[in-house]
């Protein structure tokens, strides 16, 4: 019967997230201006004037845990120094916080359409914590853990080298990490969210909803539980690629 109740709950959410949609179309600019006002993201149109753009530093420690609350392009490279540059137009860099390891915008959220671009370099980064919409590159991982959560829709792509990982995402996120090697990975889909893997001996999967498991390695051990229309399914030939 519980589950049954998922099944519905999921299918009545994806319809909501339809109607959203339609909604956010069809009102225009209305719409979106109210959405912002009620501390949403707004999408910031060509006309604003944020003025030129600029960069800010920020001093990060290597191996530790980083939060973006602010929609970003994210690129990590694995290097000697930790370093993290932010760059963007100067009214938003002005309005940057950076405390206690979390990056966000001071006062309401807003302008996504006028993206911050954010380069980090470390050793290595205990982890992740993504809050809001953003593409995010992480290159050459080389540690033993990794911490990932991911809000929204936020697209990621990682490679290099973790021995175990966790894996946590809410929403509409499509998590690539074909192309990270590694020992053991546990990850939980909540939503919608589409996560590609390919651990060598443990996958441990949970799926909330209408998300989507593709693992593209056989591990020597699968656990799944799926709660609601998810699925998991194999691309192995893709781990040659």
Do not use: C
């Amino acid at each position: 019967m519980f589950r049954k109740l998922l099944i519905v709950f999921a299918s009545a959410a994806i319809l909501s997230l339809v109607a959203f949609a339609g909604a956010w179309i069809v009102g225009g600019e209305d719409a979106r201006r109210e959405f912002a006002q009620e501390g949403g993201w707004h999408f910031g149109g060509e006309d604003e004037d944020l003025g030129p753009t600029k960069t800010r530093e920020f001093a990060i420690e290597s191996g530790s845990q980083i939060a973006m609350e602010v929609p970003v392009d994210l690129s990590f490279t694995r290097g000697k120094t930790a370093s993290m540059t932010v760059k963007g137009p100067e009214k938003l860099l002005e309005r940057l916080v950076w405390e206690d390891g979390r990056l966000k915008l001071d006062g309401n959220r807003s302008h996504w359409g006028n993206g911050l671009k954010v380069v980090i370099t470390a050793p290595e980064i205990e982890g992740l914590d993504l809050d809001a919409p953003g593409d995010v590159t992480l290159v050459g991982l080389d540690q033993d853990q990794f911490t990932l959560k991911a809000n929204g829709a936020l697209d990621l792509e990682a490679d290099g080298k973790v021995r175990t990982m966790a894996v946590t995402t809410n929403g509409a996120g499509n998590i690539d990490l074909a192309k990270l090697y590694g020992d053991d990975v546990k990850v939980e889909v909540n939503g919608a969210g589409d996560v590609t893997l390919g651990p060598k001996r443990l996958a441990e999967i949970e799926i909330n909803g209408v998300g989507h498991v593709t693992l593209v390695r056989k591990p020597e051990i699968l656990r799944s539980n799926i709660n609601g229309l998810g699925s998991v399914d194999h691309d192995y030939a893709q781990a040659d690629m």
